[in-house]
Antibody
Framework: QLLLQESGPGLVKPSETLSLTCSVS??????????WGWIRQPPGKGLEWIGS???????YYNPSPKSRVTISADTSKNQFSLKLTSVTAADTAVYYC????????????WGRGTLVTVSS | DIVMTQSPDSLAVSLGERATINCKSS????????????LAWYQQKPKQPPRLLIY???TRESGVPDRFSGSGSGTDFTLTITSLQAEDVAVYYC?????????FGGGTKVEIK
């Protein structure tokens, strides 16, 4: 069964770095058919695409938090990760890891999501 | 960025009746190379991640009941739920994948009247 599972701290202090990992089971992140990404949802609000990583390692980011975002992959562990630096309260959200096709980019598989709160 | 605008923000529909949700993109998301509209619809139930319902504006994802249908082209799109069921109570989002950054509509909350 194909599953995505987010993991990481649920509480991050302002100005620090948010780090999350998505573990993929039932499929290989090295598959050329798919890309893997992160989407976030502030409490009670809508969805924001953060960025995605290709099977080849190439990345695409949303310009909004782009300068603070790094998405990387560890194919040996079948995981990909998100790092968001210099966080503020505005970064408080449920973070989802997702899968989408290389082309087109709609999201056919979602993790359950993990709430990250930015607070001192 | 392509801005996706949904309407209404919420609607209440009686069980068995039709629910209609609109989504408008700030620019055309019909690609001339394949004549396809780069639009998807998602359903998000409380405390759950979104679920893909429809892609290419009108193609149902596997396992999605046929009471869900998508229509429209260019910049104006509609998600229709015929014969609303209790389990359809959720927030529905549209998303364009025509260009990056990928963007979502603000969501439409569907409730039972």
């Amino acid at each position: 069964q194909l599953l995505l599972q987010e993991s990481g701290p649920g509480l991050v202090k302002p100005s620090e770095t948010l780090s999350l990992t998505c573990s993929v089971s039932g499929d290989s992140i090295s598959s050329s058919r798919y890309s893997w990404g992160w989407i976030r949802q502030p409490p009670g609000k809508g969805l924001e695409w953060i960025g995605s990583i290709y099977y080849s390692g190439g990345t695409y980011y949303n310009p909004s938090p782009k300068s603070r975002v790094t998405i990387s992959a560890d194919t040996s562990k079948n995981q990909f990760s998100l790092k968001l630096t210099s966080v503020t309260a505005a970064d408080t959200a449920v973070y989802y890891c997702v899968r989408h096709w290389q082309i087109p980019w709609y999201f056919d598989l979602w993790g359950r999501g993990t709430l990250v709160t930015v607070s001192s | 960025d392509i801005v996706m605008t949904q309407s209404p923000d919420s609607l209440a529909v009686s069980l068995g009746e039709r629910a209609t949700i609109n989504c408008k993109s700030s620019q055309i998301i019909l690609h001339s190379s394949n004549n396809k509209d780069y639009l998807a619809w998602y359903q998000q139930k409380p405390k759950q991640p979104p679920r893909l319902l429809i892609y290419w504006a009108s193609t149902r994802e596997s396992g999605v009941p046929d009471r869900f249908s998508g229509s429209g082209s260019g910049t104006d799109f509609t998600l229709t739920i015929t014969s609303l069921q209790a389990e359809d109570v959720a927030v529905y989002y549209c998303q364009q994948y025509y260009s990056t950054p990928l963007t979502f509509g603000g969501g439409t909350k569907v409730e039972i009247k």
